[in-house]
């Protein structure tokens, strides 16, 4: 193999791949990069056996058809340090050179046929998506999977596709967040668990294929896994087996207490209204009488913080607390506009409804 590429290029695609090559494996070969010529192109890619990328490389001159399969974090560190605009890669038996106006880097590397190869697929029953509309369904979904490996099937968001429509749903039994969005030409599927990683960089690719995120990215589900694709890159998953809880069943019913808010004057309440709470308890207390809103912490080592709003509230007078990060977080992943924050009594799960087909529901924390 001989190619001239573009280092920048390179070096943002080898980025971009390292995140699914594992830092410790029973098997070496998957801390490895793949580098293929194929039809004038340059792939990379990487897998840990769950999750796998291929992506193409961008401004490549290739002379020499070949491959490589060396280690991922040799040639990120490489690439990431050298200055020039350009290097060239030349295969060496097993090795990799990487030659630039100054240096010459021979990195030894494996047989590129011990490299697992990545299924292959039939992209006419896949159904598109805006890939600005999916990096926002991931955005709004994923950091409410469960972290824990206790519940597997939490780890990862159920994927459910309905006529013309999919459904992205994770919780980690404490909240819930749902996203339903328009697709073109889908085939409909009850729900598939996507492992939270794969989720993670189905926004990645999504973002990282031009067009400002409005390119279309293909999504097929089979048996073996879901594969997305975009105009340059693979992506591929494992399932996660298991069972996903019956969501639907914990939408809040009798929320005759409404609060409506703009975003980010609830955000910057709940970031201030918290900075003085207990480490252990972590709540920051709501209290509504009459459209006013205290949000308040306390701890006992460290004294207590009190937050006043005047607000747009119906309903009861209430106090409930949440755990601030858990309100935060759904918070931030809207970004802006106004929300409905229903409630029904104090010990009730809550719900954040800024309406356009996204709920995120929360369950309050106890505040003795």
């Given at each position: ?15 971009l ?67 020039d ?5 030349q ?35 896949a ?19 469960a972290?824990?490996?206790t ?12 006529e013309?429509?999919v459904?992205?749903?994770a ?6 967040a ?11 599927h009850?729900?598939v ?12 690719i ?44 914990v ?6 207490k ?70 935060l ?7 802006g ?10 010990s ?21």
């Amino acid at each position: 193999m001989r190619v001239k590429a573009d280092r920048k290029g390179l070096r943002e695609a080898a980025s971009l791949v390292q995140g699914v090559v594992p830092s410790k494996t029973s098997r070496p070969i998957l801390q490895n990069f793949l580098l293929e010529t194929k039809e004038n192109h340059l792939l990379l890619q990487g897998t840990d056996m769950e999750v796998g990328i291929s992506t193409t490389v961008e401004k490549v001159e290739v002379e020499e058809e070949g491959k490589a399969v060396v280690p991922a974090s040799k040639i990120v560190d490489i690439l990431s340090k050298v200055l020039d605009e350009q290097v060239e890669l030349q295969t060496d038996e097993q090795a990799l050179r990487i030659l630039t106006s100054r240096g010459n880097f021979k990195v030894l590397g494996d047989k590129p046929d011990d490299f697992p190869a990545m299924e292959e697929c039939n992209w006419s029953e896949a159904f598109e998506i805006e890939g600005e509309t999916l990096a926002e369904m991931v955005r709004k979904t994923v950091f409410a999977a469960a972290t824990e490996r206790t519940r597997y099937a939490l780890n990862g968001i159920l994927l459910v596709v309905k006529e013309n429509k999919v459904e992205m749903v994770a919780t980690d039994g404490k909240r819930l967040a749902r996203i339903i969005r328009p697709v073109t030409a889908a085939k409909a599927h009850d729900g598939v668990i996507v492992p939270a990683k794969c989720i993670n960089y189905l926004e990645k690719i999504s973002l990282a294929a031009g067009e400002g995120g409005h390119a279309p990215v293909k999504i097929l589900i089979r048996e073996s896994g879901i594969f997305a694709s975009t105009s340059n890159s693979v992506l591929t998953s494992r399932l996660i087996e298991g069972h996903f809880p019956d969501y639907e069943a914990v939408f809040p019913k009798g929320t005759d207490k409404v609060l409506t808010i703009d975003v980010k004057d609830l955000q910057q309440a709940v970031i201030e209204g918290a900075l003085l709470g207990d480490r252990e308890s972590h709540a920051v207390r709501f209290s509504f009488k009459a459209n006013k809103l205290q949000l308040s912490s306390r701890s006992p080592d460290v004294g207590e913080a009190q937050i006043q709003l005047d607000v747009a509230y119906e309903g009861d007078e209430l106090d409930i607390a949440f755990n601030p990060d858990y309100l935060l977080d759904a918070l931030s992943a809207l970004g802006g506009g106004e929300l409905k924050f229903k409630f029904k009594d104090t010990s009730s799960a809550a719900l954040i409804d800024p309406g356009s087909n996204y709920i995120y529901i929360v369950m309050p924390v106890s505040i003795g």
